[in-house]
């Protein structure tokens, strides 16, 4: 169309709208803030719980912690977390004389209440698992121990026999509780696969009859049962009701 002088007359063409791409562009951004700030959060969280753990349990070093959950800031406003994951390292137990370090020391707390800004935990069940090396165990030995299967491990070691020099071996089968701790039962010994009668059990008192306290567990867990597997001895633990304190 043009006017009554010609001259063509030039529409504008309306501009589209770009508030919608606009709007979704900024509800993006804020969902990323929040999860960057939920983890933020989480990474502090898991910091703090760790030293509380450290100095109320008096570990040797800080705890790996992990808190699961997500999102982690509606646990935190309410101070209720369903599991909470502590993975201690450097523990010793037993006497001073044969200390027993443990690989590691694997705690999952459930229904875990926090309070007084991670000073406080309390947790209704716990499971755990500490874990055990054979030359871990060797050293408290004081002699190589190496898996035998069937739920044994097996000693080596010269011992007499009729006045001569023979290399014996004895497997025995590991037996925890936290009140007699770490023992060894059940021992059969053998030179070159025969069976020896059973005062030869007496040469490997001094490796299988040491027991080894398990009492000062951390974590206020006991002892329920010990696992003998290829690659060590792994100890389970449970509890109930528990409370720790940062002093």
Same mark, same amino acid.
């Given at each position: 169309?043009?006017?009554? %002088? %010609?001259?063509?007359?030039?529409?504008?063409?309306?501009?589209?709208?770009?508030?919608? &791409?606009? /709007?979704?562009?900024? /509800?993006?951004?804020?969902?990323?803030?929040?999860?960057?700030?939920? =983890?933020?959060?989480?990474?502090?969280?898991?910091?703090?719980?760790?030293?509380?753990?450290?100095?109320?349990?008096?570990?040797? =070093?800080?705890?790996?912690?992990?808190?699961?959950?997500?999102?982690?800031?509606?646990?935190?406003?309410?101070?209720? @977390?369903?599991?909470?994951?502590?993975?201690?390292?450097?523990?010793? /137990? %037993?006497?001073?004389?044969?200390?027993?370090? &443990?690989?590691?020391?694997?705690?999952?707390?459930?229904?875990?209440?926090?309070?007084? =800004?991670?000073? !406080?935990?309390?947790?209704?069940?716990?499971?755990?698992?500490?874990?055990?090396? @054979?030359?871990? /165990?060797?050293?408290?030995?004081?002699?190589?121990?190496?898996?035998?299967?069937?739920?044994?491990? =097996?000693?080596?070691?010269?011992?007499?026999?009729?006045?001569?020099?023979?290399?014996?071996?004895?497997?025995?089968?590991?037996?925890?509780?936290?009140?007699?701790?770490?023992?060894?039962? !059940?021992?059969?010994?053998?030179?070159? %696969?025969?069976?020896?009668?059973?005062?030869?059990?007496?040469?490997?008192?001094?490796?299988?009859?040491?027991?080894?306290? &398990?009492?000062?567990?951390?974590?206020?867990?006991?002892?329920?049962?010990?696992?003998?597997?290829?690659?060590?001895?792994?100890?389970? &633990?449970?509890?109930?009701?528990?409370? @720790?304190?940062?002093?």
């Amino acid at each position: 169309m043009s006017h009554p %002088g %010609g001259a063509p007359t030039l529409y504008a063409r309306p501009r589209r709208r770009r508030w919608p &791409l606009r /709007l979704l562009i900024a /509800l993006v951004v804020l969902v990323l803030l929040a999860v960057a700030a939920d =983890r933020v959060a989480l990474v502090v969280a898991e910091r703090l719980a760790a030293d509380a753990f450290q100095h109320s349990q008096n570990l040797p =070093r800080r705890p790996s912690v992990s808190i699961a959950g997500f999102p982690f800031l509606t646990q935190f406003a309410s101070g209720d @977390y369903d599991n909470v994951h502590v993975d201690a390292a450097g523990l010793v /137990l %037993g006497h001073a004389d044969h200390p027993l370090r &443990l690989s590691n020391l694997d705690v999952h707390l459930h229904d875990v209440v926090v309070t007084n =800004r991670y000073h !406080d935990f309390h947790a209704r069940t716990a499971q755990a698992a500490a874990r055990v090396t @054979y030359p871990q /165990l060797s050293k408290t030995l004081g002699t190589r121990i190496r898996y035998a299967g069937s739920g044994r491990i =097996r000693a080596s070691k010269t011992v007499q026999v009729f006045g001569r020099s023979v290399t014996a071996s004895a497997s025995a089968v590991p037996r925890a509780s936290s009140a007699h701790g770490l023992t060894f039962q !059940d021992i059969h010994v053998s030179v070159v %696969g025969i069976s020896l009668p059973s005062e030869v059990n007496q040469a490997f008192d001094a490796v299988f009859a040491i027991p080894i306290p &398990l009492g000062n567990l951390p974590f206020g867990i006991t002892v329920q049962r010990v696992e003998t597997t290829s690659t060590g001895i792994v100890i389970h &633990l449970a509890g109930s009701d528990l409370s @720790y304190r940062r002093a």
